[in-house]
């Protein structure tokens, strides 16, 4: 069955050649057709071109008219933890009386707040409740996902969750990537025994998550009061040897060596990157072809109101930049990723091109996907979005809260 979208206004997002990132003065290359339409096949976009030459539709196509919406690839949030049971409102309170993330964390709140409630929780009421965050961010145009554990903090509790992603992957049309987190910060039975914890997540958390093939990589936090570089290491040194590759949490609350570890280990991002530093940046320009991908988390930094990374920077040194939503209930309850769009471009001064290839094509990347998700191009994945007619995509990131996503289709087949 073939879909045939006609009167695009806008083909935004086109490659012609596969790209595994955009690095540097590349990320300003966005490009555009005007006036397009484009054909869908089994779930992959086989042909686009302009309406001038607009093929004669064949008895078997469906045809969409598009109105002169503009059509986009799908976003590609590479950081989320959106499999979280209840919310946390109260802290958000607390932040505004002015206490800071780590006294939040201090106090018994945080992480092991949302720790204590995951566990009280059944495995089908976390589906549910992350369901409805599913269907929330397809429609704001967010196609392919990675959902961490984190909230479990022991070996059950973190395998409740990655069975509930595992089941997300296999029941929604969203590319789902799942990723073990159990080092998102020390279990409270084992506070005061962070050794013996680290000892848990090699010993037993992570044998278990490799048998039963429930996570693509681990993440660890690695940060100021959470993991420090040498336990990291450790942690992904035994990942390794599972085949799971590494993703790190680093540089947010301080310069804690997030960014060494993920080089020494050869992770597949560094995320949040608030406290970035000159040498990181360095550090990361001699890595070459094995970069971890520079994520930044711009709703984070909105959210507790600390400084955003430094994504200009990173630009201009000639590195990639991949943005995501940091989907969670303390930090960033949103996933709204045309958000983090606009954020970035009025935060770190990313122009829209800019920010529209971090949040598609180096998203994907920071996935291990760039080979069939985030862009416009013959054989890529069909996960693309129609919006309201607009001026240009510089509209995108300008009009931040308008919602201009009209029609959402993943693999090619429209979600309502």
């Known amino acids: 069955m073939q879909t045939l979208i006609k009167n695009i206004g806008m083909l935004a997002g086109i490659q012609e050649k596969p790209c595994p990132m955009l690095l540097g003065k590349e990320m300003a290359e966005y490009h555009v057709m005007k006036d397009a339409w484009l054909v869908i096949e089994d779930g992959r976009i086989s042909d686009y071109g302009h309406m001038p030459d607009y093929p004669i539709p064949a008895e078997m196509q469906m045809v969409i008219d598009a109105e002169g919406g503009a059509v986009f690839p799908s976003f590609c949030d590479s950081h989320t933890h959106l499999v979280y049971a209840g919310s946390r409102e109260g802290e958000f309170v607390d932040k505004i009386r002015g206490l800071s993330y780590a006294e939040i964390a201090q106090r018994g709140g945080g992480i092991l707040n949302s720790a204590d409630r995951l ?14 965050r599913i269907r929330e961010i397809i429609l704001k145009g967010t196609g392919a996902v990675e959902i961490k554990s984190g909230y479990g903090l022991n070996t059950e509790d973190e395998l409740k969750m990655l069975r509930v992603i ?13 990723t073990f987190l159990g080092a998102h910060a020390v279990g409270r039975e084992y506070i005061g025994r962070q050794s013996e914890y680290v000892d848990m997540i090699v010993n037993e958390m992570l044998p278990r998550v490799a048998e039963e093939k429930l996570a693509f990589y681990v993440d660890v936090f690695c940060d100021k009061g959470f993991f420090t570089p040498e336990e990291t290491d450790r942690i992904l040194s035994a990942s390794a040897k599972y085949g799971l590759r590494g993703k ?17 280990n050869h992770a597949l991002s560094v995320d949040h990157l608030e406290s970035m530093t000159e040498r990181d940046i360095e550090l990361l320009k001699s890595c070459g072809d094995d970069m971890p991908m520079p994520t930044a988390l711009p709703g984070t930094s909105f959210f507790l109101n600390m400084p955003f ?5 990173i630009i201009d040194s000639g590195l990639p930049l991949a943005i995501a939503s940091d989907y969670n209930p303390g930090s960033t309850p ?5 958000f983090a769009v606009s954020l970035v471009c009025i935060k770190m001064r990313l122009l829209p091109e800019e920010a529209l290839n971090a949040a598609t094509v180096n998203g994907a990347a920071a996935m291990g996907l760039s080979e069939n998700y985030g862009c416009i191009r013959k054989g890529s994945i069909a996960n693309i979005f129609i919006t309201d007619p607009i001026p240009s995509i510089d509209y995108l990131p300008y009009a931040y809260m308008s919602p201009i996503i009209r029609r959402v289709f993943l693999e090619g087949i429209e979600y309502r």
């Open 119 to 132: 566990h009280e929780a059944t495995e089908e009421e976390l589906y549910k409740q992350a369901m409805r």
């Open 166 to 178: 595992r089941r997300i992957k296999q029941t929604t049309p969203i590319k789902v990537i799942p």
């Open 248 to 264: 790190i949490h680093g540089q947010e609350l301080a310069d804690s060596g997030g960014v060494e570890v993920a080089v020494k």
């Open 309 to 313: 990374a430094p994504g200009r920077r």
């Open 334 to 338: 949103s996933g709204d990723m045309k």
